[in-house]
């Protein structure tokens, strides 16, 4: 009877011990595994806490199956929108190239305001300024920090039109 129930026990740790092997699940990055070697490999990390589900991505084309097309997938509308003949197209564009161009103009009046008002670094005191010397550095900075968002939005606008196709006759 002992020998029995010692067999049992036996046969019961020797059941579990798959089980608790697949409890440890390790993180690379954005993939897991639970494979102990490949993770000392990798340099994961061990997840500890709740489950992990992972979802398998499905329908997706990958570059590699799409190489035939040669990249003009990208350029292609997604699936089940309308789509918009030539010359409509060509009026779009140039009513985003109008709005564009007329951003650009305000953005590049802006920065002609911000660089005569900032002064090569040193605009000029206001009110308590004189008094407090912080107030007036902190401004400046401000007035730098601006100025930089400025030519970084005016950049962001040329990149935007650059990427507009020319409007041609044909």
Avoid: H
Wanted: glycine share 12%; hydrophobic share 30%; aromatic share 4%.
């Amino acid at each position: 009877m002992k020998t029995a129930s010692l067999i049992f026990l036996a046969g019961s740790l020797l059941a579990a011990l798959p089980a608790s092997s697949q409890e440890r699940v390790w993180r690379c990055g954005n993939e897991y595994t639970n494979n102990a070697t490949i993770a000392q490999q990798k340099g994961c990390k061990v997840m500890e806490g709740g489950n992990v589900t992972v979802v398998q991505g499905g329908g997706g084309t990958t570059k590699s199956s799409s190489s035939g097309s040669s990249g003009t997938s990208a350029a292609r509308a997604p699936a089940g929108s309308p789509r918009v003949e030539g010359v409509d197209q060509r009026a779009r564009d140039g009513e985003a190239r109008s709005v564009l161009e007329s951003e650009l103009k305000k953005a590049e009046a802006r920065q002609a305001e911000l660089q005569k008002e900032y002064n090569n670094g040193e605009p000029e005191k206001q009110g308590s300024e004189g008094r407090n010397y912080q107030k007036y550095l902190d401004r400046v900075a401000e007035m730098k920090a601006e100025l930089a968002r400025n030519e970084s939005d005016i950049a962001g606008i040329r990149r935007e039109i650059g990427r507009l196709p020319t409007n041609k006759p044909q």
